[in-house]
């Protein structure tokens, strides 16, 4: 079974802190997914990756950046935390392009004070 | 603009009863589809999905029906268990991507199913 798991369930941290997030999957994925989600506004895409060192901005990259120097491994970075990130985020992976369905990881909620 | 639309944010059935999930989209670009079921506190977990070329899947208690002409899919549920209460997300996905891209999925907003013993 695909398996991607997250560093943290519940996260508390306050304004202003330097924040990470980390993702890893053990299947090979080439593309891997940072989304939040919040009520009434479902998934939207931060970032996402289709390799090494790629990355691409997705829909609300604002605030936000990605580090994936192993292919395993895709990080989230919240250079100064605020209030308004205070959401579940959401880590994905799939193997390539084509027809098939992202895996996800757990989630991790974060409040920012 | 949003992509994928799913207009009613919530759904409560009768235990046995079918449930009925709709999910509409605007991008013609879009060929294959897909649900996941969402519990609290968990990642989503993909439920089923149907391509472009068919109009139906079907799986178990679960089955998409995809409208082409009308940009409209549904995913019903017979018979509907208590253990199916859950927020389900609609995604859409285009065309097989050019080299160098990754495959994004456009999310709705989600919709609550309340499935009552």
């Known amino acids: 079974d695909v398996k991607v798991t997250q560093s943290s369930r519940y996260l508390v941290k306050r304004t202003g802190e330097k924040v990470f997030l980390e993702c890893v999957q053990d299947m090979d994925h080439e593309n891997m997914f940072w989304y939040r989600q919040d009520p009434g506004l479902g998934l939207r895409l931060i970032y996402f990756?289709?390799?090494?060192?790629?990355?691409e901005k997705g829909d609300i990259p604002e605030g936000y950046s990605v580090s994936r120097e192993k292919k395993e491994r895709f990080s989230l970075i919240l250079e100064s935390a605020s209030t308004n990130q205070t959401s579940m985020y959401l880590c994905a992976s799939i193997w390539t392009s084509g027809m098939g369905e992202q895996f996800f990881g757990p989630g991790t909620r974060l409040t920012v004070l | 603009d949003q992509q994928v639309k799913q207009n009613s944010p919530s759904l409560s059935v009768q235990e046995g009863r079918i449930s009925i999930l709709n999910c509409d989209y605007t991008n013609s670009m879009f060929d294959y589809f897909l649900w996941y079921k969402k519990y609290p506190a968990e990642g989503p977990t993909f439920l089923i999905s149907i391509s472009s070329i068919k109009d139906k899947n079907e799986d178990g208690r679960f089955t998409v029906f995809l409208n082409k002409s009308a940009k409209h899919l549904s995913l019903h549920i017979v018979p509907s268990q208590p253990g199916d209460s859950a927020v389900y997300f609609c995604a859409a996905s285009p065309c097989l991507l050019t080299q160098g891209g990754s495959e994004k999925l456009v999310f709705g907003k989600g919709m609550k199913l309340t499935v009552n013993p």
């Open positions: 990756s289709y390799d090494v060192k790629m990355k």
